[in-house]
């Protein structure tokens, strides 16, 4: 076998153009050590002729071992580069597009070829052979630097450095010149932020000085109108005693004002400090027992979930379908806990705030209260007692209609916020007309010797007392004195009963009951950023074998409630401060940021204050903080979106990819969830919405089936 480089050996005859095909094939072959005449397989360099209409293969290499290829024989340059025809040229860029080596098998060109340029091994490729050189075979063997086949790797090294090279330099300055115009662009905006930021800062600065002002007035109004609520409550304490003993009052409505202080605690069942030492988690066990026994089925998470969004003393919104269990759960919990429950139900024609406390009737002089303000007023003459109003299927008439101006009332969270009722003139008039009364009565008396504590009677029946009280009223008949007094009492009835204005009891809770059909009307963002909704599931469709495995048994008479004091539940508190570096606002400010914004659903301030509220509150019921996250998804985050998958977010994503991008941020986040410690996995419920959009037109909406 002839050396590849070097060619044929001399001794042998030299081939010329008289030789077979056959025989300069064999020839061909047995000088570059390939096995088969009919089958001379190289590798080289492709070079496209201008006009890419045919092209050469050249610096031919062997294509089994990668060493370079010599002459045949003394006067061939066929090793140099063979003809690649226009059609080969044309299949092998639709196949493998601007590759540069290629391998390919050769047979001999036509004889008029061989005879134009003088060799008789003139080839070109064959047709059908010509491929891409897309590795480095194995078979050639490269084991040292010296190896023959070292110089066609290295320019096939270079040559793929050299390309990815400057497809990488190319992707670089694109890459440049689009952060170039970014950052143009970020610099302009950044400039127009500023101006706009001064502006802002200017007319802030001028709304703040305003504020200042009508605060320092809000303040001297408020004053005004604490003194003038508490002249009745004064004139009650001075002279209360004797307006009972003239009949203005009774005793029962002078209680109602002043409750009896130390008034024992007169409830029959266990008291939860002492039976349960204030651990919220036998709580929730204790009144699922309790609810047990009474044929009531929560599951525990269920009610642990509740009774945290109680203590958050934010406004609780109960969803789910008729029949759920929503309403049964607050006048359930109520009674388990010996607190007073009012069932208020809600109807389709409320408009406005005066469908929710009632309203004042000037002609009769009268306020006509409604249930839910009614239910109020009693609460706040048992403030140590627990009362839940709940607002029995709310969704009916739109809620930011009636009870806008309420829930606003309810963000004051220092302080319990004012109820204005009415104008306090009428009580002030009252007031006035019943200071004259008593300073008449107190005269007649004097002067006909009746002792101070003379009775209406009394001083009716003594002829010169009587006589003295309608002279001194300037009254000429008797029935005329009575007249004015049934006046006074009637007034001062209804203003005991009905204040003009009065401060939220402490111990009052709002629940809001909600179905979601055709019937109904979906809550407002500006509800559901205010309130936490607890979703109820069909209850049928439960594991009430697993349920009843979580009963706990206790040492206690079950059939009797845990009592609970409003100060058990707690009391409203400002909530948590808004501190970036705690993880949870790292965590809530993250989703916002990537995932909620982007899709247009609003989560600020007043939401992750409220989430981190619950956070703690949980926390104090022993529940974690992975359970208390998903929790927060469930009630804050998963009832806000109602929105169209197919659509652009904001950040030119489609909303089904941030939609799943926030499912994945929620599974990592909310990995290793005890679903013991839940109602539902928000992950899960996440997946279902996502799912149901797609049988819904595309239409993400949590309150759909």
Same mark, same amino acid.
């Given at each position: 076998?002839?050396?590849?480089?070097?060619?044929?050996?001399?001794?042998?005859?030299?081939?010329?153009?008289?030789?077979?095909?056959?025989d300069?094939?064999?020839?061909?072959?047995?000088?570059?050590?390939?096995?088969?005449?009919?089958?001379?397989?190289?590798?080289?360099?492709?070079?496209?002729?201008?006009?890419?209409?045919f092209?050469?293969?050249?610096?031919?290499?062997?294509?089994e071992?990668?060493?370079?290829?010599?002459?045949?024989s003394?006067?061939?340059?066929?090793?140099?580069r063979?003809?690649v025809?226009?059609?080969?040229?044309?299949?092998?860029?639709?196949?493998?597009?601007?590759?540069?080596? =290629?391998v390919?098998?050769?047979?001999?060109?036509?004889?008029?070829?061989?005879?134009?340029?003088?060799?008789?091994?003139?080839?070109?490729?064959?047709?059908?052979?010509?491929?891409?050189?897309?590795?480095?075979?194995?078979?050639?063997?490269?084991?040292?630097?010296?190896?023959?086949?070292?110089?066609?790797i290295?320019?096939?090294?270079?040559?793929?450095?050299?390309?990815?090279?400057?497809g990488?330099?190319?992707?670089?300055?694109?890459?440049?010149?689009?952060?170039?115009?970014?950052?143009?662009?970020?610099?302009?905006?950044k400039?127009?932020?500023? !101006?706009?930021?001064?502006?802002?800062?200017r007319?802030?600065?001028?709304?703040?000085?305003?504020?200042?002002?009508?605060?320092?007035?809000?303040?001297?109004?408020?004053?005004?109108?604490?003194?003038?609520?508490?002249?009745?409550? /004064?004139?009650?304490?001075?002279?209360?005693?004797?307006?009972?003993a003239?009949d203005?009052?009774?005793? /029962?409505?002078?209680?109602?004002?002043?409750?009896?202080?130390?008034?024992?605690?007169?409830?029959?069942?266990?008291l939860?400090?002492?039976?349960?030492?204030?651990?919220l988690?036998?709580l929730?066990?204790?009144?699922?027992?309790h609810?047990?026994?009474?044929? @009531?089925?929560y599951?525990?998470?269920?009610?642990?979930?509740?009774?945290?969004?109680?203590?958050?003393?934010?406004?609780?919104?109960?969803?789910?379908d008729?029949?759920s269990?929503?309403?049964?759960?607050?006048? /359930?919990?109520?009674?388990?806990?010996?607190?007073?429950?009012?069932i208020?139900?809600?109807?389709?024609?409320?408009?406005?705030?005066?469908?929710?406390?009632?309203?004042?009737?000037?002609?009769?002089?009268?306020?006509h209260?409604?249930?839910?303000?009614?239910a109020?007023l009693?609460?706040a003459?048992?403030?140590e007692?627990?009362?839940?109003i709940?607002?029995?299927?709310?969704n009916?008439?739109?809620?930011?209609?009636?009870?806008?101006d309420?829930?606003?009332?309810?963000?004051?969270?220092?302080?319990?916020?004012?109820?204005?009722?009415?104008?306090?003139?009428?009580?002030?008039?009252?007031?006035?007309?019943?200071?004259?009364?008593?300073?008449?009565?107190?005269?007649?008396?004097?002067?006909?010797?009746?002792?101070?504590?003379?009775?209406?009677?009394?001083?009716?029946?003594?002829?010169?007392?009587?006589?003295e009280l309608?002279?001194?009223?300037?009254?000429?008949?008797?029935?005329?004195?009575?007249?004015?007094?049934?006046?006074?009492?009637?007034?001062?009835?209804?203003?005991?009963? @009905?204040?003009?204005?009065?401060?939220?009891?402490?111990?009052?809770?709002?629940?809001?009951?909600?179905?979601?059909?055709?019937?109904?009307?979906?809550?407002?963002?500006?509800?559901?950023?205010r309130?936490?909704?607890?979703?109820?599931?069909?209850p049928?469709?439960?594991?009430?074998?697993?349920?009843?495995?979580?009963?706990?048994?206790?040492?206690?008479?079950?059939?009797?409630?845990?009592?609970?004091?409003?100060?058990?539940i707690?009391?409203?508190?400002?909530y948590?401060?808004?501190?970036?570096?705690?993880?949870?606002?790292?965590?809530?400010?993250?989703?916002?940021? !990537?995932?909620l914004?982007?899709?247009g659903?609003?989560?600020?301030?007043? /939401?992750?204050?409220?989430?981190?509220?619950?956070?703690?509150r949980?926390?104090e =019921?022993?529940?974690?903080t992975?359970a208390?996250?998903?929790?927060?998804?469930?009630?804050k985050?998963?009832?806000?979106?109602?929105?169209?998958?197919?659509?652009?977010?904001?950040?030119?994503?489609?909303?089904?990819?941030?939609?799943?991008?926030?499912?994945?941020?929620?599974?990592?986040?909310?990995?290793?969830?005890?679903?013991?410690?839940?109602t539902?996995?928000?992950v899960?419920?996440l997946?279902?919405l996502i799912?149901? =959009?797609?049988?819904?037109?595309?239409?993400?909406?949590?309150?759909?089936?």
């Open positions: 076998m002839h050396n590849a480089t070097s060619g044929v050996s001399s001794d042998q005859e030299s081939p010329s153009l008289a030789w077979s095909e056959a300069l094939l064999k020839f061909l072959a047995q000088a570059w050590d390939q096995y088969t005449p009919a089958h001379i397989k190289v590798i080289g360099r492709l070079r496209l002729a201008e006009g890419d209409s092209g050469f293969l050249e610096g031919l290499h062997h294509a071992t990668g060493i370079k290829l010599g002459s045949p003394s006067n061939s340059r066929v090793h140099q063979v003809f025809p226009g059609s080969e040229i044309k299949d092998f860029q639709s196949r493998w597009g601007s590759a540069t080596y =290629a390919a098998e050769l047979e001999l060109s036509p004889l008029e070829e061989r005879q134009k340029q003088d060799d008789p091994f003139t080839c070109k490729v064959r047709r059908g052979t010509l491929a891409a050189l897309s590795h480095i075979p194995e078979s050639w063997g490269v084991r040292s630097i010296d190896s023959e086949s070292v110089p066609l290295a320019e096939m090294a270079r040559q793929a450095i050299d390309e990815r090279l400057a990488e330099t190319a992707e670089v300055e694109e890459r440049l010149r689009s952060v170039r115009s970014t950052l143009e662009e970020v610099t302009s905006e400039r127009l932020f500023d !101006d706009e930021l001064g502006r802002v800062e007319e802030v600065l001028q709304r703040m000085d305003r504020i200042e002002l009508l605060d320092a007035e809000y303040m001297k109004k408020r004053e005004v109108l604490d003194k003038k609520n508490s002249e009745l409550e /004064a004139l009650l304490r001075e002279r209360g005693e004797r307006m009972v003239l203005l009052v009774d005793r /029962a409505d002078l209680e109602k004002v002043f409750p009896p202080k130390g008034t024992p605690d007169v409830r029959e069942g266990h939860f400090r002492e039976a349960l030492a204030g651990n988690q036998q929730a066990s204790f009144i699922q027992a609810l047990w026994r009474k044929g @009531i089925r599951t525990r998470a269920h009610l642990l979930d509740f009774i945290t969004l109680l203590r958050s003393n934010d406004l609780i919104v109960l969803a789910g008729s029949g269990g929503k309403t049964s759960l607050v006048k /359930a919990v109520a009674s388990a806990v010996g607190g007073r429950c009012t208020v139900p809600v109807k389709p024609n409320w408009t406005g705030s005066d469908d929710l406390l009632g309203y004042y009737n000037p002609i009769e002089r009268r306020y209260p409604s249930q839910f303000l009614m109020l009693d609460a003459r048992e403030p007692i627990p009362y839940f709940c607002l029995d299927e709310m009916l008439a739109r809620v930011e209609y009636y009870f806008a309420f829930l606003s009332l309810l963000e004051t969270r220092g302080e319990a916020p004012w109820i204005h009722l009415y104008s306090s003139a009428e009580e002030k008039q009252a007031v006035i007309d019943n200071k004259i009364f008593l300073a008449l009565e107190e005269e007649a008396r004097k002067r006909a010797g009746l002792p101070d504590d003379a009775s209406f009677s009394d001083i009716l029946m003594n002829d010169q007392a009587n006589f309608r002279r001194l009223a300037g009254f000429q008949e008797a029935d005329t004195v009575l007249n004015h007094h049934a006046k006074i009492r009637r007034s001062l009835s209804g203003l005991i009963d @009905i204040p003009a204005g009065f401060r939220f009891p402490t111990n009052v809770w709002i629940i809001g009951a909600i179905n979601v059909d055709e019937t109904t009307h979906y809550l407002s963002p500006k509800i559901l950023d309130a936490h909704v607890l979703r109820f599931r069909n049928v469709l439960m594991d009430w074998d697993e349920v009843e495995g979580e009963l706990t048994e206790f040492d206690l008479d079950l059939d009797l409630p845990m009592n609970m004091l409003a100060a058990d707690g009391f409203r508190a400002e948590p401060a808004f501190n970036q570096a705690d993880p949870q606002v790292k965590l809530l400010v993250s989703l916002a940021r !990537d995932y914004d982007p899709l659903i609003e989560f600020g301030l007043r /939401a992750i204050r409220q989430s981190l509220n619950y956070i703690r949980g926390e =019921a022993e529940i974690g992975v208390a996250l998903n929790n927060i998804v469930l009630h985050i998963l009832p806000k979106i109602i929105l169209d998958v197919e659509k652009v977010s904001t950040n030119g994503q489609k909303r089904r990819d941030v939609l799943i991008g926030l499912r994945d941020s929620l599974a990592q986040t909310l990995d290793g969830l005890d679903q013991s410690q839940v539902e996995s928000a899960e419920s997946d279902e799912a149901r =959009a797609e049988g819904n037109n595309g239409i993400a909406n949590f309150w759909a089936r």
